[in-house]
């Protein structure tokens, strides 16, 4: 598959730190499945193994490259409270022989104690990392440039830091660790009925955007639905449209997606970014109980929300849908007193 090899042969310009336990399990979902009238299958991403794995693995493979390639000796990072990104980071930074500073935005209203202190901030203190917080949490050009301005006086005193962006005015690094996984599942798949729809969790977009951009670049034309978990469906459709656009750029391609092909669904966002809702509390039981597999209430609790409420609609009827799992979990113990 010379179409294959071209993509591969692009992505080995950029430096990657390796630390992603893959391919992940890609396995069915024999009870939940027909609980819901559809052929389920699920893609572990949330075994990617390291520090708890999740889909940030992947992308941070990237960003922790290019910091190695600078000889940074110091990574910075802003998030969410709970961001699993950030706790990747902090743990990667580690790995790869640096400190983290880690920069917590107040994205979630009324967040309580336990958000405040357990999950991914309890890693993130035993990593090591130093924390600043942020008092915003829909800004994300000014969190962007608190980093930088952090990382300038980091520099002054002598440091060599790498700044990891949130907003979309810095190339979608992060994206080429899902066009490495779109290429593992077609390989995976290869000798499978395809399937009829993949849904996967839409936030930064870099998931979203770089699967679907995988996907289609090696004449793959599984439809990939993003369930939105940070904004809703017309912005977020927008943001991976536009995410899609910034990795033709920064591959030297072309018109790899049309924007049709870009779908999103809302119907399980509610309240917003990081707030359950009873949808996502079903979610999450229900994979618990029927499968023994943990998902998160912020990203994939949310989603597999949005896929239950998709099936019940009829408009997965009898189809042969894929989960794509992007971990999270350590951000149930953030919740453990609204669960
Ligand atoms: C960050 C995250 C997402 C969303 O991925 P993006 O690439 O930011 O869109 C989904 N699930 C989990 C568990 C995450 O941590």
């Known amino acids: ?13 950029f430096p990657r730190a390796v630390a992603a336990h893959v391919p992940t399990p890609l396995e069915p979902l024999r009870n939940l499945g027909p609980d819901l009238g559809l052929s389920l299958f699920v893609k572990r991403d949330d075994c990617t193994g390291f520090a708890f ?17 600078e000889r940074a000796d110091i990574v910075l990072i802003t998030g969410a409270i709970q961001s699993n ?31 405040r202190t357990n999950g991914n901030v309890l890693l993130d203190r035993l990593l090591g990392a130093t924390i600043s917080t942020f008092p915003v949490g829909e800004d994300e050009a000014a969190a962007d440039k608190a980093l930088y301005d952090r ?46 729809e993949i849904i996967v969790g839409s936030g930064s977009a870099s998931t979203h955007s ?3 951009f995988g996907l289609r670049a090696i004449g793959n034309a599984t439809p990939v639905r993003g369930i939105c978990v940070r904004r809703g469906a017309a912005l977020q459709k927008a943001r991976v449209e536009g995410r899609v656009r910034d990795i033709d750029a920064l591959l030297g391609m072309a018109g790899t997606v049309d924007d049709g092909d870009v779908r999103v669904f809302d119907g399980s966002l509610a309240p917003g970014y990081g707030k359950l809702n009873d949808d996502t509390r079903r979610a999450i039981s229900a994979a618990a109980q029927r499968e023994g597999m943990f998902l998160d209430p912020t990203y994939t609790g949310k989603v597999m929300a949005g896929l239950m409420l998709l099936a019940e609609s009829g408009s997965l009827a009898g189809k042969r849908v894929l989960f794509w799992h992007t971990g999270g979990q350590p951000g149930l113990f953030a919740y453990a007193d609204q669960l």
């Open 151 to 196: 990382a300038d006086r980091m520099r002054e005193a002598g440091r060599r830091p790498y700044v990891i962006t949130l907003g979309t005015d810095h190339p979608p690094l992060g994206a080429l660790g899902y066009i490495r996984a779109a290429l593992e599942f077609a390989e995976q798949t290869a000798d499978e009925d395809p399937f009829d």
């Open 1 to 13: 598959m010379p179409r294959t090899d071209g993509l591969k042969t692009k992505l080995e310009d």
């Open 85 to 115: 990104f950030v706790r990747t980071a902090a743990a990667m930074a580690r790995r790869f022989g640096m400190d983290c500073h880690v920069q917590l935005e107040e994205r979630v209203s009324g967040a309580t104690e336990l958000y």
């Open 53 to 69: 794995g999740g889909n940030k693995v992947r992308q941070l493979e990237y960003y922790i490259g290019e910091a190695q390639n």
């Open 210 to 212: 770089g699967l679907l």
